[in-house]
């Protein structure tokens, strides 16, 4: 079964940092883009970052451009994404998923989701 | 960056009626690069629908997507009960990616 599921979510204050996980499995990300999208409390989905399969190209929303690098571990199918700076706005549910292409932007639809990690930011 | 409207944006009906959702985009979206998801409480979205009109693999053929442009519509023909959720717009035809702001179909 194709799977993927997040990790490493947490409390952590304004201005910490925090590194995410995204294990996969039935699969290998390898051939694949790979994807952040956040969710706020009530609210919709939001775009992070993408990382081709060769992590020769990465993408950021304006948001969270210059505090986030998105990185992959193909022999380990594993996705990452390093939060530095964080602010109260960055509170969220955060999901991987896998893209239909590298190809940016034209393959980032998203066919398979994590179940999400909570990253909550609070003094 | 592309920004998409979702009407309308919660839904109230019963089983076995048809709901229709519309997306409209701030600009000319190419209507392969637009996808809908479904998203139920405490759960991850998932895909129903890439390329417009394209079902995503096990969706059931009682969701349709349609349009081009600027305006596209998600149609489901008759609801069941394990419809009624939140859904998604996405176009990732234009950098950066984005997602509507949802529609919510609830039971009436």
């Known amino acids: 079964e194709v799977q993927l599921l997040e990790s490493g979510g947490g409390l952590v204050q304004p201005g910490g940092s925090l590194r995410l996980s995204c294990a996969a499995s039935?699969?290998?990300?390898?051939?694949?883009?790979m994807t952040w999208v956040r969710q706020a409390p009530g609210k919709g989905l939001e775009w992070v970052s993408g990382?081709?399969?060769?992590?020769?190209?990465?993408h950021y929303a304006d948001s969270v451009k210059g505090r986030f690098t998105i990185s992959r571990d193909n022999s380990r199918n594993m996705l990452y994404v390093q939060m530095n700076s964080l602010r109260a706005e960055d509170t969220a549910v955060y999901y991987c998923?896998?893209?239909?292409?590298?190809?940016?932007?034209?393959?980032?639809?998203?066919?398979?989701w994590g179940q999400g990690t909570t990253v909550t930011v609070s003094s | 960056e592309i920004v998409l409207t979702q009407s309308p944006g919660t839904l109230s009906l019963s089983p076995g009626e048809r709901a229709t959702l519309s997306c409209r985009a701030s600009?000319?979206?190419?209507?392969?690069?637009l996808a809908w998801y479904q998203q139920k409480p405490g759960q991850a979205p998932r895909l129903l629908i890439y390329?417009?009109?394209s079902r995503a693999t096990g969706i059931p053929d009682r969701f349709s997507g349609s349009g081009s442009g600027t305006d596209f519509t998600l149609t489901i023909s008759r609801l069941e009960p394990e419809d009624f959720a939140v859904y998604y717009c996405?176009?990732?035809?234009?950098?950066?990616?984005?997602f509507g702001p949802g529609t919510k179909v609830d039971i009436k």
């Open positions: 998923a896998r893209v239909f292409s590298s190809s940016w932007p034209r393959g980032y639809g998203m066919d398979v």
């Open positions: 039935g699969f290998s990300i390898s051939t694949y883009g």
């Open positions: 990382i081709s399969s060769g992590s020769h190209s990465t």
């Open positions: 600009q000319s979206v190419s209507s392969s690069y």
């Open positions: 390329g417009a009109s």
């Open positions: 996405q176009q990732y035809d234009s950098s950066p990616v984005t």
